[in-house]
């Protein structure tokens, strides 16, 4: 793991220790797109499954070929799991933050920045646009990421704007949903392409 990654790690489970005593058992761990919890988990597990989570996903990271474009992906990664852990806890320990909103904003600024660095990303089997096409052929990859890049930017953009103009949730998680899909399917359609040339 790198520096950074190391102390958003410390930072996730830091915050958990520190909300621990006003989290609620269970504690709050899955909200709907309207901002209420429709999910719980018993503590002490509750309090610490997404500062686990964040440590497995940094300890895979640093696993993979290291590149500037994957150590920024993974850092940026990572950093939202930690964002996300702040958020969430903070919510169940009883302050008043819209989670809905905060998590679009997140999500907004995580497709950004992965959208500058997909057509730099190596293929790999954690991260990035990764469909039976893509992991298959490095062409497929190549080819979809170059072209999902400007997709995954504008989507964050978009999202980051949304947020602002306090749009429904709704048309929130359609921006996040068509971000993700039609990268997906270019990528069916190059290998289409590529099989029939």
């Not at 999910?39 to 610490?48: N, V």
């Not at 947020?163 to 990528?187: D, F």
Request: hydrophobic share 55%; glycine share 10%.
């Amino acid at each position: 793991m790198n520096r950074a990654t190391q102390v958003l790690v410390v930072i996730s489970f830091g915050c958990a220790a520190l909300l621990y005593g006003a989290l609620p058992d269970p504690v709050p761990t899955h909200f709907d797109l309207a901002g209420n919890a429709n999910g719980w988990t018993a503590k002490p597990w509750g309090a610490f499954e997404l500062p686990t989570l964040t440590l497995v996903l940094a300890a895979l990271f640093a696993t993979l070929r290291r590149s500037r474009a994957m150590v920024i992906v993974g850092t940026a990664t990572i950093a939202f799991c930690t964002y996300l852990t702040v958020v969430l806890l903070a919510v169940g320990a009883g302050h008043h933050i819209d989670v809905t909103r905060a998590l679009f904003a997140g999500i907004g600024v995580l497709f950004v920045v992965l959208g500058n660095f997909f057509g730099k990303l190596r293929r790999n089997g954690l991260v990035g646009i990764r469909t039976p096409w893509t992991l298959a052929d490095d062409e497929v990859w190549l080819r979809t990421h170059r072209a999902g890049g400007p997709i995954f930017m504008a989507g964050g953009v978009l999202l980051l704007v949304e947020v602002l103009v306090a749009a429904t949730p709704q048309l929130a998680m359609a921006t996040v949903l068509c971000t993700a899909l039609v990268p997906t399917a270019y990528s069916w359609f190059v290998h289409r392409s590529l099989r029939s040339s």
